[in-house]
Structure formats: structure tokens, C-alpha cells
């Protein structure tokens, strides 16, 4: 299942764990990134709360959680090369993994229609 | 306030458009950020290749004695500015700054001798202030905006090979060299100079010829439009500082490490020495020296450290010592770069500090400047 959300975060949810990323629209609007700091592993994120940050040559822009959870992974990948997040941003280029406090929560979120609606 | 309402454009504002760029407002205008190249290639592009950037918000002055000699308006202007200008010769130009009574600095800018007036361009967001301060202060002389003047910008390694393609006789220009040309037969002012630490031009173009003389650069296979986001990591790897960041009233221009845009002739000793405004301070500080410098930082780490960052003697935040002016991505330097002050006692090459960077306090060296090796054409 895909979600998404008004700060233009993705979540794929698989059992209780959501792989979380930023959108296209989102990365097209950041421009070239070349920084990205992740959360620690077993960190507990609320809901709109800074999850992550990422900077491109202009400017540094917060990462939200997209619900309350706990990080069980993270991808080292797009800290080594941030590149990737431009180049695919809802595929290799993931953020983290949450393991979800409740996982109904999910249904309060945008689909995919929903959220092309937003960006127009 | 609706700032949308009053954003003013360029002569070339439609051409950005249609070349797909990203406007965001600067300095009162509706400028390009960046084209669908994006800032990262179009910077790398202009150290390797050909960049073109719209440069035309900047305020282009015409200085003239009411005498017509160039020797009164280059002494009148020198009652303003710390720099030799009266032995500035013909066909050259040179950087200065306009600087207060406290010594500091109110906007830095290009004076050129044009033979029997002075043409000097100013930062766009202080150019109504410097023109009042012109007209107040020089009052034997005319002082104009020219308001139908385009200023296009061509840098990097194949500026040269850009701009011969419309004028043969570029390739005797030296830096820092200024002349009037016709490009496509319309008259044009060629400089010899920019923003970038690259070889290049700056070329006043009348607006009505703006797009034409773009357009006909743009068709080199070379260059490339670059926008605002570019040129402001290429001048920071360059070391050149950006009014209102790394320089300000707050800031003199021995801070500011800018001891070598003042000649001889107007230091200690000199045959005009002084005379301008805060000379007392500034000619002070040539002297015995200042409390603080502007220098070059690297940070450790990949994070790019920004501007107003706190910077710190330890790595517990106890002990500060001063504030990133400028920090972003150097695409060049594949890291990132900053400048900021220091004192003297921290601001020696090879001097570890630590920025506060969301909390964390992360380690930076202090590096000499420029972060890359300039290509100027001297």
C-alpha cells in the first residue's frame, strides 16, 4: 500500500513496517541535493516531527516522519551518493523504515490520487 | 506587504522564461535561481565551459565631472572610496568599496576609467542608496543610473571562444581590461572580469539589444545559461565576498581581509593618503592590525555549514568566537566551503574550529583562500 503525505513524503507500508522516501514533486523542487542525514536506528519519531534533513547547494529542508514509529533501518546508500535521491526518490533512493505504532494510522493518509491532486 | 506585486525584470526576464528557468525574487527583482540544468551542472559547466548569467540588476553609474576630466571625477570619487582611482588608466578597471565613517563597508563595486568619465557598477540591492550617496557626496559631478543598460555576464575556460565568435579582438583583452565594442553592431561595453574566479566578461549591452546578444552567445555549443544558485557557489569557492553576507556596515575592510584593494597611493606615506570616509580606522588596522579576519572554513564533514552559523574554539559550544557569513556545496571542490570571521588568534590555515549545525558542533579548518585556483587571464 502507497501513501503519501502533504509534506511530500511517501510511505509504502509491508506488515507493520513503512519504508518511507520523498516524492518526486519534492526532489524536483529541491534541486540537486548533496547532503542528507538520516535518524539513528531505534529512534522513536512522532508524527510531523523532523525525521531527516536534507540539503541541496542552496538551502537545507526538513524530512517529516509521516506517523509515530520506531526507525528500524536506514539508507546508507543515499548518504553516500545524495544524488540518488534525485534521481529515483520512490525507489533506490529511501529514506528509512518505520515500524509503526499503529498501523491503522495509515488509513488518515493520502493515496496516490489524492496527493496528485495537491501538486496540481 | 505584496513583494510579488513589485518585483521589477530584466530585459532579459522573457528569455529566462523561455529557456525553462526557476525565477524567485532578489534584490527587488524576479530573477533566474537556476535553469532545468540545475545549479550543480551549471556550475560545474561554467569551470569547464561557458556560462552565461543575467546580471543586469546591478546598477550601472556613470560618473563625470562637470569639468569633463576624468582627473576631477576620479579625486571626487576617491573622497568616497579607499582605492587608487586617479592612477586607474584608461581602459582599466578595478574593485573598491564605498565605506562609512566608522570605517566599515556601505557596498563594494567596479570603477572603470572611460577615458573622460568614471563607469561604476554597484550591487543591485544598495544601488538607489549608492547613487543618493554619490549625487550627495560628488557635487561637481553628474552622477546617472543608467536605467537602459543590460549587464550580461559570460565566465568560465571557453568565455573567450564564446565571445570571439562576435569580436575577433578579444582575445587582446587582459584581465581587468575595458572596451567599448560593437557585437552585432550594437555598441557594447566589454569587461574583462566577474564573479567567478574564472576567466571571463561582463558585457553592458543597451536593453533594447539584450536578448539579441544573449541569444547570439547562448548559440555556442559551449555556453549555457546559469542562474543565481551557481553564481553564488562559484563565488564562494572563488573567496569573493557577497554584500550583505560576508561584508556590511558592520564589517572594515581589514576585516574583511580586502587589504589589497587599497593601493599605495592612498596607505600611509602615500600621495593621498586617507581622505576617504573611517580612514583613521582603516589605515589604523593596515597598521597595527585587527581583532578579527574573514577567512576561508572547511568543514570536515559533508554537511554544508550556512551562513549565521555560530562558530566555537571547543566542540562542547562553550567558547565563541564568530559567525559563518557565508557556507554552502562547492560542486568544484566536492565538499562543502564557507567564509566567516574569526580572531586573529583562530584565523591562521590549518586552525580547527566547530560550527553549531542543528545542535551539533561539527569541525571545520580554517583554509586559505580562494577554494579553487582561479583562472584570470592577466
Not at chain 2, 566599515?104 to 577615458?115: F, K, Q, S
Request: contains cysteine; glycine residues 10%.
Amino acid at each position: 500500500m502507497l501513501k503519501f503525505t502533504a509534506e511530500h513524503e511517501w510511505l509504502k507500508l509491508e506488515g507493520d513496517v513503512a519504508t518511507v522516501g520523498i516524492t518526486q514533486h519534492a526532489a524536483d523542487q529541491l534541486g540537486d541535493l548533496v547532503f542528507v542525514e538520516l535518524p539513528e536506528i531505534g529512534a522513536e519519531l512522532v508524527k510531523d516531527g523532523n525525521a531527516s534533513t536534507v540539503e541541496s547547494v542552496k538551502a537545507a529542508s526538513d524530512v517529516y516522519s509521516p506517523l509515530d514509529g520506531e526507525v528500524t533501518e536506514v539508507n546508507q546508500a543515499i548518504v553516500d551518493d545524495p544524488s540518488l535521491v534525485n534521481s529515483d526518490p520512490q525507489g533506490a533512493a529511501w529514506f528509512f523504515k518505520l515500524k509503526l505504532k499503529n498501523v491503522s494510522d495509515v488509513e488518515g493518509l493520502m493515496d496516490e490520487a489524492a496527493y496528485k491532486d495537491l501538486i496540481g | 506587504m505584496d513583494d510579488q506585486a513589485v518585483l521589477r525584470t530584466t530585459p532579459l526576464h522573457a528569455l529566462h522564461i523561455s529557456l525553462g528557468a526557476k525565477m524567485v525574487p532578489f534584490a527587488g527583482y524576479d530573477m533566474p535561481v537556476q535553469y532545468p540544468l540545475g545549479v550543480m551542472k551549471e556550475h560545474l559547466h561554467t569551470r569547464t565551459a561557458a556560462g552565461l548569467f543575467d546580471v543586469s540588476h546591478m546598477g550601472q553609474v556613470i560618473v563625470k565631472a562637470k569639468s569633463g576630466d576624468y582627473a576631477d571625477a576620479a579625486l571626487a570619487l576617491e573622497k568616497l572610496v579607499p582605492v587608487d582611482i586617479l592612477g586607474l588608466k584608461e581602459g582599466r578597471q578595478r574593485y573598491g568599496f564605498f565605506t562609512d565613517a566608522n570605517g566599515c563597508i556601505l557596498d563594494d563595486l567596479m570603477i572603470t576609467n572611460r577615458g573622460d568619465h568614471l563607469l561604476v557598477v554597484v550591487n543591485a540591492a544598495c544601488k538607489d542608496q549608492d547613487v543618493a550617496h554619490m549625487k550627495a557626496n560628488l557635487v561637481d559631478c553628474d552622477v546617472t543610473l543608467l536605467e537602459d543598460r543590460a549587464l550580461i555576464a559570460l565566465q568560465g575556460p571557453r568565455a573567450q571562444a564564446v565571445l570571439a565568435e562576435l569580436w575577433a579582438g578579444v582575445s587582446a583583452m587582459k584581465f581587468m581590461d575595458v572596451r567599448e565594442v560593437p557585437l552585432h553592431d550594437v555598441p557594447c561595453i566589454v569587461s574583462r572580469s566577474g564573479y567567478s574566479g574564472e576567466d571571463g566578461f561582463e558585457i553592458s549591452v543597451p536593453s533594447d539589444n539584450a536578448v539579441e546578444i544573449a541569444k547570439a552567445l547562448l548559440e555556442h555549443p559551449d555556453c549555457e545559461a546559469i542562474g543565481l544558485g551557481a553564481r553564488d557557489s562559484l563565488r564562494l569557492e572563488a573567496g569573493l565576498c557577497l554584500y550583505g553576507n560576508d561584508i556590511d556596515t558592520t564589517t572594515s575592510p581589514i576585516e574583511a581581509s580586502l587589504e589589497w584593494a587599497l593601493q599605495k597611493a592612498r596607505k600611509a606615506g602615500g600621495d593621498r593618503e586617507g581622505g576617504f570616509p573611517g580612514a583613521e580606522r582603516i589605515l589604523g588596522e593596515l597598521a597595527n592590525g585587527t581583532t578579527r579576519r574573514r577567512v576561508g572554513l572547511k568543514p570536515e564533514g559533508k554537511a554544508p555549514v550556512r551562513s549565521h552559523a555560530k562558530l566555537f574554539a571547543d566542540a562542547e559550544g562553550k567558547v565563541e568566537l564568530g559567525e559563518v557569513t557565508s557556507g554552502t556545496f562547492g560542486p568544484s571542490v566536492e565538499g562543502p566551503v564557507a567564509m566567516g570571521y574569526l580572531p586573529v588568534s583562530h584565523a591562521n590555515a590549518g586552525t580547527q574550529v566547530y560550527a553549531e549545525v542543528r545542535g551539533k558542533y561539527l569541525p571545520m579548518t580554517v583554509s586559505a583562500l580562494p577554494f579553487i585556483t582561479p583562472t584570470y587571464k592577466r
